[in-house]
């Protein structure tokens, strides 16, 4: 009895072992054909499928002390790259992500509508500069009422003006025509807020040009004693501009800000006292009249230098305190941790404020040669796109700004690359206060670059 039952056995053992192998089998491949890691992955805005990793986040736990200040992260605002793109992988284990992660995407291309269903945001930077004779958008000598003489170059002594026939075309989607009564509509009982440098009153006062179309529109109002807009006792102007349309109750403003930071008199019974420069404060007049606000255009940059900070008295504060970190006390890391904390704080307001749309606008680039401003620096170019009329690049040229609002419902408005290419339409040595020998190679001629700026914004709003 001992033989039949030990091949009896032997028999139900390999029965078992076959049952366990075609179930193996068969797990396998279910395996293979479930997409099982889509459930694992974070969100699709959390995950940047070119190098397999999550987006890098600041979280407002860390110490000021731990934030990575790598400089050549971070080019100066002087240094503006024509072309940049991301590192490449450093590691096998990166590069095999990124392979997998794209291998996905083609068969989610190939055998389901998932990704082909998704509408991909227009990257409204990458594109071309086209001769448009129907430019410019309104009229330089014209529209006085709303435009600095000092940036009207068709007031100055400049004699060529081919710069103003020429439009951005984005590659790959269309931009709409920007047309002043259609935007007002769009904009029906909304403010738009421009806060920042002077590149951001020259933004302003496009806007107002391209809106009216340069023509003195008398039922226009000045409402800027809503916002605290009025010049002070020997102030040179107001702090600020804000005008209402009223058949579309829409309210156009800028502030002045360089910094975007908060500025706190350190003796309020002094008139020449310092002020502290909150770094991780945000202005109060945004902290104050956000709730007013429905699209809020941010920016900075130009004013992060040393001279700038000693002029104005400004001393950098975190936390409260003086800066004693020293890495961070230099001006490159100072700007781009305001940046961040502006960006930051921004974002968090979003959810807050349902109607309101936040963008932060990259660095707009300046094109001096040979020197600076006050070192005999120039730019005498009158040529238009002598060095190029193409952007082909994927990434912005202000890796501050990109990296800044990326993880947030804070958009970019990417205007450096594009820019960057118009060399030519600055005021140059043309400006109607510039000193002998002195060219203004930062600020722009209007009509000219920053109404694109503009036409950019209207796309994305």
Request: net charge positive; charged share 20%; with cysteine.
């Amino acid at each position: 009895m001992k033989g039949p039952s030990l091949n009896k056995l032997r028999s139900v053992k390999l029965s078992i072992s076959l049952i366990a192998l075609i179930c193996t089998t068969l797990l396998i491949w279910a395996w293979e054909r479930t997409p099982l890691l889509a459930s694992v992955l974070p969100p699709s805005d959390q995950f940047d499928v070119r190098l397999g990793i999550s987006s890098p986040v600041i979280p407002s736990e860390i110490p000021v002390s731990h934030f990575d200040f790598e400089e050549k992260q971070h080019p100066a605002e002087d240094d503006f790259p024509k072309a940049q793109t991301l590192a490449e992988p450093v590691t096998d284990v990166i590069q095999h992500a990124s392979e997998n992660a794209n291998a996905k995407m083609a068969l989610d291309d190939k055998g389901s509508n998932t990704a082909s269903d998704k509408k991909k945001d227009c990257n409204y930077a990458k594109g071309k500069w086209v001769v448009d004779k129907r430019r410019p958008l309104y009229s330089g000598s014209g529209c006085k009422k709303w435009l600095s003489e000092m940036w009207a170059c068709r007031l100055t002594k400049r004699t060529d003006f081919s710069f103003e026939t020429y439009r951005w075309q984005p590659k790959n989607c269309e931009m709409p025509e920007f047309e002043g009564s259609a935007f007002l509509n769009r904009m029906q009982h909304k403010t738009l807020a421009f806060v920042g440098d002077s590149l951001g009153r020259q933004q302003f006062q496009s806007m107002m040009c391209m809106i009216t179309g340069g023509r003195e529109i008398s039922d226009v109002e000045n409402v800027g004693k809503l916002y605290g807009l009025v010049k002070a006792r020997g102030a040179v102007r107001p702090d600020g501009w804000a005008y209402r349309f009223p058949r579309t109750n829409t309210t156009i403003l800028y502030y002045w800000s360089a910094s975007l930071c908060e500025l706190q008199p350190l003796n309020q019974s002094d008139p020449a006292t310092h002020y502290a420069m909150h770094l991780d404060r945000p202005a109060f007049f945004l902290k104050h009249f956000l709730p007013r606000f429905n699209v809020l255009v941010l920016n900075t940059g130009h004013h992060w230098n040393r001279g700038k900070l000693i002029a104005n008295r400004w001393e950098m504060y975190v936390d409260g305190k003086p800066i004693a970190d020293r890495k961070l006390a230099q001006i490159a890391n100072a700007r781009n941790f305001t940046v961040y904390s502006i960006v930051k704080w921004l974002d968090s307001q979003l959810p807050l404020h349902p109607g309101l749309k936040g963008f932060y606008r990259s660095i707009s680039p300046r094109h001096f040669v040979n020197g600076d401003w006050n070192t005999g620096g120039s730019c005498d170019h009158t040529t238009p796109l002598a060095g190029g009329s193409e952007v082909t690049q994927d990434h912005s040229s202000d890796a501050v700004a990109e990296h800044a609002v990326m993880g947030t419902k804070v958009k970019l408005l990417d205007i450096t690359a594009f820019s960057q290419l118009r060399d030519e339409c600055h005021i140059s040595k043309y400006s109607v206060k510039a000193s002998t020998g002195v060219h203004d190679c930062l600020h722009w001629c209007l009509p000219g670059v920053p109404d694109t700026w503009n036409e950019l914004l209207y796309a994305q709003i």
